[in-house]
């Protein structure tokens, strides 16, 4: 199976920052991708598909790059309703996998 | 508009097996382009992908749990069932419906609400 590792586990952040999470695929899996958002209590909702396409009604501060094992998920300005867990998932054939999860905390 | 509704026991006893079903509207489990996975999450804990169902009825499974699960549907009712055997406190968790859409990779367009499982004697 493929292994995702994201980085970091959680980061602490204040309105308006810019926030970079990274995901690790074990092995290449080109731009098949997608990056999702967690509120508590609440299924995660789909941010960013084949690592740089953003999902429809989504905001544009949120971008995805990379391709081949190194991606990246940024949030240019951070705003409140923003502070969640994001997940990175390879969706490349099953099995899917799934990263550890990143915690955006308020500073 | 596409929904996924997740129905089942809230609770099972170690050692029993799970079943739980999966309603869905707003699309047929027989259109070719998409299918239907269960995904996972223990309390405080990341996603964990368990099992797919294609629309030709094709099936693929969790690694790690294959032994124990079991992936159907009925696409008259609208509805996928997972079964899941051999129930262990471990295997509390948050149990998602979920749609797959092939067209960009396999990611989830769709989720249903969740259904938390708890297992306990």
């Known amino acids: 199976d493929i292994q995702m590792t994201q980085s970091p586990s959680s980061v602490s952040a204040s309105v308006g920052d810019r926030v970079t999470i990274t995901c690790r695929a074990s092995q290449g899996i080109s731009s098949w991708l997608a990056w999702y958002q967690q509120k508590p209590g609440k299924a995660p909702k789909l941010l960013i598909y084949a690592a740089s396409s953003l999902q429809s009604g989504v905001p544009s501060r949120f971008s995805g790059s990379g391709s081949g094992t190194d991606f990246t998920l940024t949030i240019s300005s951070l705003q409140p309703e923003d502070f969640a867990t994001y997940y990175c998932?390879?969706?490349?054939?099953?099995?899917?996998?799934f990263g550890g999860g990143t915690k955006v905390e308020i500073k | 508009q596409v929904t996924l509704k997740e129905s089942g026991p809230v609770l099972v006893k170690p050692t029993e097996t799970l079943t739980l079903t999966c309603t869905v509207s707003?699309?047929?489990?027989?259109?070719?382009?998409?299918?239907v996975s269960w995904i996972r999450q223990p309390p405080g804990k990341a996603l964990e992908w368990l099992a797919h169902?294609?629309?030709?009825?094709?099936?693929s499974y969790s690694t790690s749990l294959k032994s124990r699960l079991t992936i159907s549907k009925d696409t008259s009712k609208s509805q996928v069932v997972l079964t899941m055997t051999n129930m262990d406190p471990v295997d509390t968790a948050t149990y998602y419906c979920a749609r797959i859409e092939y067209s960009s990779g396999w990611f989830v367009d769709y989720w249903g609400q969740g259904t938390l499982v708890t297992v306990s004697s």
């Open positions: 169902i294609f629309s030709n009825d094709e099936k």
């Open positions: 998932q390879q969706a490349n054939l099953p099995p899917l996998t």
């Open positions: 707003g699309f047929s489990l027989s259109n070719a382009r998409m299918g």
